[in-house]
């Protein structure tokens, strides 16, 4: 038991000292900047669970049609030959829309074993234990931590083929060069054959994608302003909220969704034994939500060493799931 907690501790101690070196290096950039994959802790977690539930926020609901109504052909698109197969899904969260595919697979008796990757190991322990209830035939391996590394983890653990599910759009957290690097990184973790299906947020009327990032209730701010909260905690920082405000963009030609901090005065922050600067209307960039055509979808895919076997676009036609394979 004291190995275990030493190793837990370890674990913790890594956490914590990579997520002050992302704030630190962020803050002392210039323009600054924050990561979003921090802004999922249990808290984050809960309000990102109330915007999904938001009248505006389409994405969501787009995406849960795909998984809800057409879920025969995700799964046709993705088990071709009914060959067995790991099923691993990047940045899980609560798997509410890829619990629609997990039932299916499980009720045609097909040979899988899900893995979940994500970043937070509470909505991990969520997760396992509502899947456990819910599918209990489901063979579940949940992997905690950073995409690739838990993808050559994955790779150790089974020589199975290996479908990836990126959902949520989360492709969009990256601008196009990032995105690109991404999808290139990715190819070059999964073996000839192996498939990728990605959510993307279609470009469209602007007044309907600027309302799903800026909403009146002020719940995407508090999503946003909530990290400064967690780096007071984790970090022993003194941010005042009060003195930070929400602002979102969105251009429709790039496509660029972007949210930021606004330092409503000049000021001083300390994060541990380090100050960190603003100027009045200074700027942290927190998120781009970045939209997409249906030739950028298309380029990208071929620019990283995709080949595209497929495609299934929700009933707006707002979002499309994109199924790759390694070329």
């Excluded at 630190?24 to 802004?39: A, I, T």
């Amino acid at each position: 038991m004291n190995v275990q907690l030493n190793q837990d501790s370890q674990v913790e101690n890594f956490h914590t000292d990579s997520f002050r070196f992302d704030v630190l290096e962020g803050l002392k950039s210039h323009p600054k900047k924050l990561s979003s994959k921090y802004f999922y802790d249990k808290t984050g977690d809960h309000l990102f669970q109330r915007i999904m539930a938001m009248p505006d926020y389409y994405l969501t609901k787009c995406e849960l049609d795909i998984f809800k109504n057409k879920t025969a052909d995700l799964a046709r698109l993705i088990t071709p030959d009914n060959e067995p197969f790991d099923l691993i899904e990047l940045g899980a969260g609560d798997a509410m829309k890829s619990t629609f595919l997990l039932k299916y697979l499980v009720e045609k008796g097909i040979d899988f074993t899900y893995m979940p990757i994500d970043i937070s190991g509470n909505i991990l322990s969520i997760l396992h234990e509502k899947l456990s209830n819910e599918l209990p035939n489901l063979k579940i391996t949940k992997l905690e931590g950073e995409y690739f590394e838990m993808l050559q983890k994955a790779a150790t653990l089974s020589s199975r083929r290996k479908v990836i599910l990126f959902l949520g759009s989360n492709i969009g957290n990256m601008s196009l060069e990032e995105a690109e690097s991404f999808c290139r990184a990715l190819n070059q973790n999964l073996a000839s054959d192996d498939v990728v299906l990605i959510g993307f947020d279609m470009k469209k009327n602007p007044h309907t994608i600027l309302n799903a990032y800026n909403d009146k209730e002020g719940i995407t701010a508090a999503f946003n302003l909530n990290l400064l909260t967690r780096i007071n905690t984790e970090l022993d920082a003194n941010f005042n909220l009060q003195q930070f405000q929400h602002y979102q963009t969105y251009d429709p030609v790039s496509g660029a969704c972007k949210s930021f901090l606004v330092s409503l005065t000049e000021q001083n922050i300390n994060i541990g034994n380090d100050c960190i600067s603003f100027k009045e209307n200074e700027l942290i960039d927190m998120e781009i939500s970045q939209k997409f055509s249906e030739e950028k979808i298309k380029e990208l895919g071929e620019k990283s060493g995709f080949r595209m076997i497929g495609e299934i676009k929700d009933s707006k036609k707002w979002f499309v799931d994109t199924v790759w394979q390694v070329k």
